[in-house]
Each structure stands twice: as structure tokens, then as C-alpha cells.
């Protein structure tokens, strides 16, 4: 099945590359112009088909392809006039050039209604899990509520839902939205820019199919001894649903942490199980940690509809220094619930302090303390695990790390990767700290020599944790849902929709691309565009033909771009001589060629390295 999908996958990629050269060779004939190569893949001839005159090949290097025309290069008078490509009209020219786009954008609009008649599968635009502090979280959004429109145009798929968020960048967008109670309601949210990923993300997850998940038991492992068996439906972990709300704390037990046998209940066909499951000790131990954490105190998300906090003037991105004139070290806003009748936060806004006060009863602290989420800030503040070497060590909430074996630590990753290289053996550290808890005035952990600060050194012996394996795992479906065109007019309407849509998302992730709203590592290359291929394939004949019309598109867009060696390039040439009357000179055509050739072999090796990351 694999070898089947693999190979299904190679041979989409090469039908568009064969589309796209098609198109130039279909445009030379028509234009009267010699074909000399049509070639699927670059590099020396492995072998071939003459045939009119032109050379068709398969060659070495099986990335893209080419079609070779007589007069191609200015320079080349091999030919006579009348059917090389330089003596040709400027109209037969730009016909030429324009060629391949033409046949993948043709092949594209024919795919697109074919594959909604016959019905696609998308992953539905349901929200699953919603992160804490993120922009839904923000806006009020909840498990199993359905996102309709995203600025007043129709979703029909979370990836859909993603794209049109992830466009829209740091602007506020609305959303509509329909309950699980059937009511629909218009959502203010602004996506938050996630810089690992380089997008622009509501912070959602998709929703997980209705049916309990079925099970991936391990050959030899413990489960498949208590008598679990693949293929089992799993119902529950010690009388735990896992399904809905409860998946997550079900599967609390199995986080390879907890030593203690499970009770498992599985249907297997008409039968239900109760089988406990003792787990084994994994030959692997944890790696070696000494136990501590960032201590959160930079607002990553406010909740809207509360009047005090807005009153506060509590924003995204404050650092949260003290609360009540007392430094916060703790790392939950859960101490802002008791307190003197006026409320004080100190925090650090764009690089001073600012007070914010407002006269705060009891259930508006408590308020406060659930409608904001907090996230680790830049300096190195740490907080110590329960039970973890650091806290033994004598390490405390609030220290802030000044070297680890004598190497200064300026950011989180520079501690990381200290603590990483001294492996299993014992590492000092030198930490400043604040000697009293009731301080009556502001506290700055960014000023290194307060009166009220002292510097120690703590030793701290990393350890290895026992890692616990219960050999089997939940197999989790996502919510589908089938996009079915109702008649062919439907079909040809939703091709249309679903072409100008890709088409504006291309256009709009370049721009993004260029004012840094979108990383360029969501780029990809061959290895990603196979990885994406093989995973359509697996998805069923609707699917990959759906994607291979993305593709095509994709393919479409890119080679009309003002680049030379692309199409784009070559009609942008077309376009200057039809401007000033006369062609640009050898030399600039020659030049302009290198720099084309130069930058895209960059950009290929820049997204295969974005590839490979992904793959490690």
C-alpha cells in the first residue's frame, strides 16, 4: 500500500511537470517554432523517442523538466528565421512563454469541478482543542463551535480556516460562528503570530471525529500481553471516557510518568473488555534535567467582555513586575485574587514601568486572574519544578540565572544549551535574587544592582527520570466532512471559487512573505511537495487529485513570476521590448539569466534545508 502510494504520489508530480512542458511544446507548434528537446527531468539523456524532429527524453536529474526551442537564445542563428523563436512576433512570443502556465492553470480548472462531484473530504472547520491564552481563547471561542465565514467568506475546511486567518495577519478579522446549541454569533478575534511556526494563528485545533479512537498496540510490549490487540476500540483509561472534554485527562495516566497499572476497556467487535495493563520500564531513561521552567509573567492573551480588566488597561505583551507593591515571583495570577480594596499592578510596557490601579472587589480580582494567561518573558527568570533537582538545590521561584558553569546567560536557549552540554554531571549555577517577598517598591529583575538583591550559587545535580511504557497508543480520526457539488453547475462553481481563491492566497502569502506576516520557513521544496503528495495519495483518488490541482495552480503562479529562467522572466522581457520598441541587449539578457539561475538554485536550496528541519 505504502510502495502503492509512493509511487502514485511520483507519478502526480511528473503528469504536471509533463502538463507544463506540454504547454510550451503545444504553443511552439502552434507558433511555427522548431522543438528540439522535450525532456522530463534535466542532466545528461538516460533515454528517448525521436519523433518530428524533436528529441523526447526522460533525463538524469528528475526535478522539473524542459522544452528546448530553436532561436531560444538570441545568440543561436543555428536555425532559419522563420522557425526559430527570436524572429517571431511578440504575440507569438508571449504565447510561447505563457504556454505552461496556461496548460496547468487549464488542467486546474478542469481537476477542481471533477473532484467536488465526485465529493472531497476536508478536515471540518470545527473547533477542537482551543489554547489557553491564545486569540480564540481571546475571543471567546469553545470546543465543538463551527467557524461559517472568516471575514464574510464561507469556510468549507480547517485548512481553508487557517489560510484565511494566517492572511489576514495582526488585523482584527470576524468570524462567524455557529454553537453546538445551533445559534449563530459574530467573533471579533486578532490572530496571534506564532514564531516558531512564522504564522498568524487563532490558537485552535481540529475537532476530533465523534468515535472513540482505536488502538496501535506495540508487538511484545505490555499491552499486547495483557491481551489489548490492534484495532481495538478504546472507551475508556480507569473509568475515564476518552473521548470529548475527558480525552485528555484519560490519557493523563499514559504521559510515561506514573508507574501504576491502568484498567483499560475496549470494544472488540460485540464484546466489552476490562483489561489491566502494568507498564514496563522503558531501556531508555529520561534525558538528564535539572527541573525548571521560565517563570510566565508576559501577557500573552486577555479575554474580552470584562469591564474591570479593560478598565485596568492590562495589554498583550505587559510584563507583569508586582502586584499589590509586591514583586510577582509566583508565576500565576491566582495571587491577584486576594488584596488590599485598590488594586496596583507594576509592568513593564515597551521598556518602562507603568502602574495601573483601579478600585477592585473580589470576584473582579478573581475575574482578572481567569480572563488573563500569562507566557514566559525574555529575561531569564526561573521557576523550579515541584520535586525537581533545582528545587532541592536550593533554587527558588524569581532567581534570575547569571551563569551556568561559568558561562553568562543572556536568553532562555543560552541556559538550555549550558545545561544540555553538562550532561549527567553536577553544574553550578549563579543566580541574583530578591532577599525580601514584601518589598514596597517597584521591582525591575532588568536592573542588575538593586539595593534589595543578593547573588547566589547553587549546585545542582541533573537527573534522569524512569520513563514507563504501557505499549500501546490511541489512534485518534479527526472530524471529515465530504464538499459534495449537489449538480454540475454547483461543480463548475465551486472549481471556480476554489481556483480564484488559491489564486488570492498565493498572491497575498507572497506579499505577507515580504513584510515578514508569513516565515519564509513555511516555504517547501521537492521533499515537502512529496511528503504532501504521499499523504494525499493515502487519502483516496478524490483527495489527490484535488491536491495535484493545487499544485497545478501553485506551479502556475510561481512560473509567472518576473524572474528570469522562470516564464515570468521571459515575458517580462517580452513586455520591455514591446515598451521601447526593441529587444533588451545580449549582454543584459545574458547577466539577467545568471542572477535568475543564481537565485532560484539559492531558493531551492533554502526551502530543501527547511525540508530537512522538518524531517528532523
Not at 499491552?223 to 473509568?239: E, H, K, P, Y
Request: one cysteine or more; hydrophobic letters at 45%; charged letters at 20%.
Amino acid at each position: 500500500m505504502e510502495l502503492g502510494s509512493i509511487f502514485l504520489a511520483a507519478l502526480g508530480i511528473g503528469l504536471l511537470i509533463f502538463i507544463h512542458e506540454l504547454g510550451h511544446f503545444l504553443a511552439a507548434r502552434a507558433a511555427g517554432v522548431r522543438v528540439e528537446v522535450f525532456s522530463l527531468g534535466f542532466g545528461p539523456r538516460l533515454c528517448g523517442v525521436p519523433w518530428k524532429g524533436t528529441d523526447f527524453r526522460l533525463s538524469l536529474v528528475p526535478f522539473g523538466g524542459y522544452v528546448m526551442v530553436a532561436g531560444q537564445d538570441p545568440s543561436d542563428q543555428r536555425y532559419p528565421s522563420q522557425v526559430s523563436l527570436h524572429s517571431k512576433t511578440l504575440g507569438q512570443r508571449a504565447l510561447f512563454w505563457s504556454g505552461g502556465v496556461l496548460m496547468n492553470t487549464l488542467f486546474a480548472l478542469i481537476v477542481f469541478p471533477l473532484v467536488f462531484h465526485a465529493g472531497v473530504s476536508f478536515l471540518a472547520p470545527v473547533v477542537g482543542t482551543v489554547e489557553f491564552g491564545g486569540a480564540a481563547w481571546e475571543a471567546g471561542l469553545a470546543r465543538g463551535e463551527r467557524v461559517l465565514a472568516v471575514a464574510g467568506k464561507s469556510m468549507y475546511s480547517f485548512e481553508n480556516l487557517a489560510v484565511e486567518v494566517a492572511l489576514h495577519g495582526n488585523r482584527p478579522v470576524q468570524l462567524l460562528v455557529r454553537g453546538v446549541d445551533g445559534g449563530e454569533r459574530l467573533v471579533t478575534a486578532t490572530a496571534h503570530f506564532d514564531a516558531e511556526r512564522g504564522l498568524y494563528e487563532l490558537g485552535i485545533r481540529p475537532s476530533m471525529a465523534p468515535q472513540a479512537p482505536t488502538l496501535l498496540v506495540v508487538e511484545g510490549g505490555a499491552a499486547q500481553r495483557a491481551g489489548l490487540q490492534t484495532g481495538d476500540t478504546l472507551l475508556s483509561i480507569n473509568g475515564v471516557a476518552v473521548l470529548g472534554e475527558t480525552f485528555g485527562p484519560a490519557l493523563k495516566p499514559l504521559d510515561g510518568t506514573a508507574s501504576e497499572p491502568v484498567v483499560v476497556l475496549v470494544r472488540r467487535g460485540t464484546q466489552e473488555l476490562a483489561i489491566t495493563v502494568a507498564p514496563t520500564v522503558h531501556p531508555e531513561p529520561s534525558p538528564p534535567r535539572i527541573g525548571v521552567a521560565a517563570l510566565p509573567r508576559r501577557v500573552l492573551g486577555i479575554r474580552l467582555g470584562d469591564g474591570f480588566t479593560n478598565r485596568l488597561g492590562l495589554q498583550r505583551n505587559d510584563i507583569v513586575l508586582a502586584i499589590d507593591d509586591r514583586p510577582f515571583l509566583s508565576g500565576d495570577l491566582a495571587v491577584v485574587r486576594d488584596g488590599p480594596e485598590r488594586l496596583r499592578l507594576h509592568v513593564l510596557r515597551d521598556g518602562r514601568e507603568v502602574v495601573l490601579e483601579q478600585t477592585a472587589s473580589k470576584a473582579e480580582r478573581a475575574v482578572l486572574a481567569e480572563h488573563v494567561a500569562l507566557t514566559r518573558a525574555d529575561t531569564v527568570l526561573l521557576q523550579p519544578t515541584p520535586g525537581s533537582a533545582a528545587l532541592d538545590a536550593g533554587l527558588r521561584s524569581g532567581d534570575r540565572a547569571e551563569t551556568v558553569d561559568g558561562t553568562a546567560v543572556r536568553e532562555w536557549s543560552d541556559m538550555r544549551r549550558a545545561i544540555e552540554r553538562a550532561g549527567d554531571r553536577p553544574i553550578s549555577m549563579t543566580v541574583r535574587r530578591v532577599r525580601s517577598t514584601a518589598l514596597s517598591t517597584f521591582y525591575d529583575p532588568a536592573q542588575k544592582d538593586l539595593p534589595m538583591e543578593e547573588v547566589v550559587t547553587v549546585t545542582i545535580t541533573p537527573r534522569r527520570n524512569t520513563v514507563y511504557d504501557f505499549g500501546f497508543s490511541p489512534q485518534v480520526a479527526e472530524l471529515r466532512e465530504e464538499t459534495k457539488a449537489t449538480s454540475l453547475f454547483d461543480a463548475l462553481r465551486l472549481g471556480t471559487v476554489c481556483s480564484l481563491d488559491l489564486v488570492k492566497q498565493l498572491y497575498v502569502t507572497l506579499k505577507r512573505l515580504v513584510t515578514g506576516d508569513v516565515g519564509a520557513k513555511n516555504l517547501g521544496g521537492i521533499i515537502r511537495i512529496s511528503q504532501v503528495s504521499y499523504d494525499a495519495a493515502q487519502r483516496g483518488p478524490s483527495w489527490f487529485w484535488y491536491f495535484l490541482a493545487l499544485l497545478s495552480l501553485n506551479l502556475a503562479f510561481v512560473n509567472l513570476l518576473p524572474i528570469p529562467v522562470l516564464d515570468g522572466g521571459y515575458l517580462m522581457f517580452v513586455l520591455i521590448e514591446r515598451v521601447k520598441g526593441s529587444p533588451v541587449s545580449t549582454k543584459v539578457y545574458g547577466y539577467s539569466q545568471v542572477v535568475g539561475l543564481v537565485f532560484v538554485l539559492l531558493l531551492v536550496l533554502f526551502v530543501t534545508y527547511n525540508d530537512i528541519l522538518r524531517l528532523l
